[in-house]
């Protein structure tokens, strides 16, 4: 199976800052990777696909890259409402794994 | 619109069985793989199973594997799930979730929670 391993598992900002949140691959998975963004009590949302392209209506603030092993989930400018937990998905092969998520909290 | 709704959650006791329903609306649902995906309390997302456009290729997580059975009908448009054996460690709001395919797991539903006692 492969491993999905993201950090930080908890992240504090502020608003206006650019946050980072990485995700390493146990082996090379190209570019099947997600992001997707949870609130509490809600189901999670898709922000990211074949890690760079943007979901229709994502915001443009967020972005992803990466390819292989290494990946990453930028917000330029963190909003409010950007205060949620992230987690990553690698789809290249079954089982499907996600990251074990990150908190960004203010 | 994309609508996932999902039903049949509830409080099992462990040994159990539930069924658990998936209503699709708003694409073509027959075009697309279908995914179940859970969350135990405070914890992180753990995919369960995954089902072909056909419902001939299956994909389950080891710990559901030989438990619980994916399947859809396409004619109404619903995707199952029906769990057998229920542990305590399978509660959890389980997600129906549109993929993966292209745009990974695009869409998923409001989940419902399953509670099993010991």
């Known amino acids: 199976d492969i491993q999905m391993t993201q950090s930080p598992s908890t992240l504090s900002a502020s608003v206006g800052d650019r946050v980072t949140i990485t995700c390493r691959a146990s082996?090379?998975?190209?570019?099947?990777l997600a992001w997707f963004q949870q609130k509490p009590g809600r189901a999670p949302k898709s922000l990211i696909y074949?890690?760079?392209s943007l979901q229709s209506g994502v915001p443009s603030n967020f972005s992803g890259s990466g390819s292989g092993t290494y990946f990453t989930l930028t917000i330029s400018s963190l909003q409010a409402v950007d205060f949620a937990t992230y987690y990553c998905?690698?789809?290249?092969?079954?089982?499907?794994?996600f990251g074990g998520g990150t908190k960004v909290e203010i | 619109e994309v609508q996932l709704l999902e039903s049949g959650g509830g409080l099992e006791q462990s040994g159990g069985s539930l069924r658990l329903s998936c209503a699709a609306s708003?694409?073509?649902?027959?075009?697309?793989?279908m995914s179940w995906v859970r969350q135990a309390p405070g914890k992180g997302l753990e995919w369960v199973a995954s089902?072909?456009?056909?419902?001939?290729?299956?994909f389950y997580a080891d710990s559901v594997r030989g438990r619980f059975t994916i399947s859809r009908d396409n004619s109404k448009d619903t995707l199952y799930l029906q769990m057998h054996s229920l542990r305590a460690e399978d509660t959890a709001v389980y997600f129906c979730?549109?993929?993966?395919?292209?745009?990974?797991?695009?869409?998923w539903g409001p989940g419902t929670p399953v509670t099993v006692s010991s």
């Open positions: 074949a890690a760079s």
């Open positions: 998905l690698q789809y290249r092969t079954y089982p499907l794994t």
């Open positions: 082996q090379d998975i190209s570019n099947y």
């Open positions: 708003g694409f073509s649902f027959s075009a697309h793989t």
């Open positions: 089902l072909s456009v056909t419902g001939r290729n299956t």
């Open positions: 979730a549109l993929g993966p395919g292209t745009m990974a797991l695009e869409s």
